[in-house]
């Protein structure tokens, strides 16, 4: 059973390895000045999130009813270190998303204020009997 999920274990580091490669492309591709490229980013991080599911999934279904302390512990030395790469890839790739994100974010809020100065609400305001605006 230890093999068994240390090689596990390694499929599910090349499979989040190839997910942080496929962020850092996005994030490369969030600067670049061809949109369409972002698009294709989206199938990418889908595909490659898939596929670390089903990995992590049959690591799951292996270690059923043990505890990550327990998992841990049944390791040996070579195992502890697929771990540790394990771990560290999973956090390099949730810095990596929320870094795409937070820039995805402040695109977006300055491309609708771009757009608000350009085509702004020309409405006039109506107020009604009780002082609230008419929709």
Same mark, same amino acid.
């Given at each position: +059973? $230890?093999?068994? %999920?240390?090689?596990? =274990?390694?499929?599910?580091?090349?499979?989040?390895?190839?997910?942080?490669?496929?962020?850092?492309?996005?994030?490369?591709? *969030?600067?670049?000045?061809?949109?369409? %490229? *972002?698009?294709?980013?989206?199938? *990418?991080?889908?595909?490659?999130?898939?596929?670390?599911?089903k990995?992590?999934? $049959?690591?799951?279904?292996?270690?059923?009813?043990?505890?990550? $302390?327990? =998992?841990?512990? +049944?390791?040996?030395?070579?195992?502890?270190?697929?771990?540790? $790469? *394990?771990?560290?890839?999973? @956090?390099?790739?949730? %810095?990596?998303?929320?870094?795409?994100?937070?820039?995805?974010?402040? @695109?977006? +809020?300055?491309?609708?204020? +771009?757009?608000?100065?350009?085509?702004? @609400?020309?409405?006039? @305001?109506?107020?009604?009997?009780n002082?609230?605006l008419?929709?």
């Amino acid at each position: +059973m $230890k093999e068994t %999920l240390k090689a596990i =274990m390694k499929e599910e580091v090349t499979a989040l390895e190839n997910l942080l490669k496929v962020l850092e492309n996005q994030h490369k591709h *969030l600067f670049g000045k061809d949109p369409l %490229l *972002l698009e294709k980013d989206v199938e *990418l991080i889908k595909d490659a999130s898939v596929e670390v599911a089903k990995v992590e999934k $049959k690591r799951r279904d292996l270690v059923v009813g043990k505890t990550k $302390k327990e =998992m841990f512990e +049944m390791l040996d030395d070579d195992g502890r270190q697929i771990y540790y $790469k *394990l771990d560290s890839t999973i @956090n390099l790739c949730d %810095l990596q998303r929320g870094t795409n994100d937070a820039l995805i974010k402040q @695109n977006l +809020m300055f491309t609708n204020k +771009m757009l608000s100065f350009i085509n702004p @609400n020309r409405e006039v @305001n109506v107020y009604n009997g009780n002082g609230k605006l008419n929709r």
